[in-house]
């Protein structure tokens, strides 16, 4: 089962502006990780926001995080034609059980130059 | 330090036949985790091996197999394949056991015909 939802399922934007996408989740965690893929190749890890943490950058990259609705949200500003790809959200599976990863079924990004 | 890398890259079986899939951990790792992701889904958790014992299983059937090796490379097997078993097969490896700093490998896509 998916315990991410992921909003929107495709976004296609111009070179410059900013990329927003959402991440709803079922269950309590204790952190939530987002994840890029490109062309259907292995998943490169962006960054971790855990529980206690409400919003977390790098880079380019802004992650919020609200407990309260269960939802998440990565910001890309200033994106560029080589973000294009896929980007997940993952949560662990349970709050302190270790190992599992579940994932949303995606956004798939088209940066346009 | 070398990343996680599997093989083969792809491979077409016939239905009914049985493939294994390989992984060697990023070094120092000692925790292998495998995925599968169909075409435009989010990745499935198979399973996870965590110094030679599986630590953990997905909603899977018996026939997907999985070893550890003492020197944590990976293997996984799948027996009497069916035609939606065709996905990218994923592997990760960490330190720990939990969730956290995965590493992915580019994947295995399976044709199953």
Request: net charge neutral; aromatic share 10%; glycine share 10%.
């Amino acid at each position: 089962s998916q315990q991410g939802e992921e909003d929107p399922q495709a976004l296609s934007i111009q070179e410059g502006e900013n990329a927003t996408m959402n991440c709803s989740y079922k269950t309590s965690i204790n952190n939530l990780q987002w994840y890029r893929q490109n062309s259907g190749r292995g998943l490169v890890h962006l960054i971790l926001i855990r529980s206690n943490e409400r919003e977390k950058h790098s880079g380019r990259l802004r992650v919020t995080l609200d407990t309260s609705k269960k939802s998440s949200s990565l910001l890309i500003t200033a994106s560029r034609a080589a973000d294009t790809a896929s980007y997940f959200c993952a949560t662990p599976e349970g709050y302190n059980q270790g190992g599992k990863l579940i994932f949303g079924q995606g956004t798939e990004l088209s940066v346009k130059p | 330090e070398t990343g996680v890398t599997q093989s083969p890259t792809h491979l077409i079986k016939t239905r009914g036949q049985q493939v294994t899939l390989r992984c060697s951990s990023q070094s120092g790792h000692n925790t292998v985790s495998w995925y599968q992701q169909a075409l435009g889904q989010g990745p499935q958790f198979i399973f996870q091996y965590y110094r030679e014992e599986e630590n953990g299983r997905g909603n899977f059937p018996p026939r997907f197999s999985g070893l550890q090796f003492p020197n944590y490379s990976s293997e996984l097997n799948v027996n009497a394949l069916e035609l939606d078993d065709s996905a990218l097969y994923l592997c990760a490896s960490s330190l720990r056991q939990d969730a956290y700093g995965y590493t992915f490998g580019s994947g295995t896509r399976l044709t199953v015909v």
